[in-house]
C-alpha cells in the first residue's frame, strides 16, 4: 500500500505510471505490504486463472519466493515503473525514498529486487512445475 499522496498519470517512461503528489522527504516510508490492499496469490493458483489474468499478474506483481506467492496491487503501486537507479528502495516488506522526490516526479523501483516476473522470467517463475510436468 503506498504509504504517500500520489496520482496516475501517462509515464514518458511506459504506460501509466504513479507519480508523487508532495514532496516526499529522503529516507520516508513509502510504501508498505498490507493485506487489505496487496493481495498474495498462490503460485500454483496461476494455472487456473485466464492467460489475460496470468499476464496482468506477470506484469504487476511481485513474485516472493520465501512463500511463493505474487503480490498483487490494489492502489497505485501496481502503475510503478522500473528504472535502474530508483528513487524508491525495497527493505522487504516496506519501501523508502532513497532520496527526495519532488511533487510530480514519477516514483520508481528496480523490478529486479521486487522481482516482477515480466522483467526477468528466468527469474520467476510462473507455472507450477507439478502441475506441468503432468502435462497441465
Given at each position: 500500500?503506498l504509504?504517500?499522496?500520489?496520482?496516475?498519470?501517462?509515464?514518458?517512461?511506459?504506460?501509466?505510471?504513479?507519480?508523487?503528489?508532495?514532496?516526499?522527504?529522503?529516507?520516508?516510508?513509502?510504501?508498505?505490504?498490507?493485506?487489505?490492499?496487496?493481495?498474495?496469490i498462490?503460485?500454483?493458483?496461476?494455472?487456473?486463472?485466464?492467460p489475460?489474468?496470468?499476464?496482468?499478474?506477470?506484469t504487476?506483481?511481485?513474485y516472493?519466493?520465501?512463500?511463493?506467492?505474487?503480490?498483487?496491487?490494489?492502489?497505485g503501486?501496481?502503475?510503478m515503473n522500473?528504472?535502474?537507479?530508483?528513487?524508491?528502495?525495497?527493505?522487504?516488506d516496506?519501501?523508502y525514498?532513497?532520496r527526495?522526490?519532488?511533487?510530480g516526479?514519477?516514483?520508481?523501483?528496480?523490478?529486479?529486487?521486487?522481482?516482477?516476473?515480466?522483467?526477468?522470467?528466468?527469474?520467476?517463475?510462473?507455472?507450477?512445475?507439478?502441475r506441468?510436468?503432468?502435462?497441465?
Open positions: 500500500m504509504l504517500v499522496d500520489h496520482y496516475i498519470a501517462p509515464s514518458p517512461v511506459h504506460g501509466l505510471g504513479v507519480f508523487a503528489r508532495t514532496f516526499i522527504p529522503a529516507g520516508t516510508k513509502a510504501w508498505q505490504a498490507h493485506p487489505a490492499i496487496d493481495r498474495e498462490p503460485r500454483a493458483e496461476l494455472d487456473t486463472l485466464p489475460h489474468v496470468v499476464s496482468t499478474i506477470r504487476r506483481a511481485e516472493i519466493p520465501e512463500r511463493d506467492v505474487f503480490r498483487l496491487a490494489a492502489d503501486d501496481a502503475y522500473h528504472c535502474d537507479s530508483p528513487n524508491l528502495v525495497d527493505a522487504g516496506s519501501m525514498a532513497a527526495d522526490i519532488e511533487a516526479e514519477e516514483l520508481f523501483c528496480d523490478y529486479r529486487v521486487v522481482r516482477v516476473a515480466a522483467f526477468d522470467p528466468d527469474q520467476v517463475p510462473t507455472r507450477d512445475p507439478a506441468a510436468a503432468a502435462g497441465g
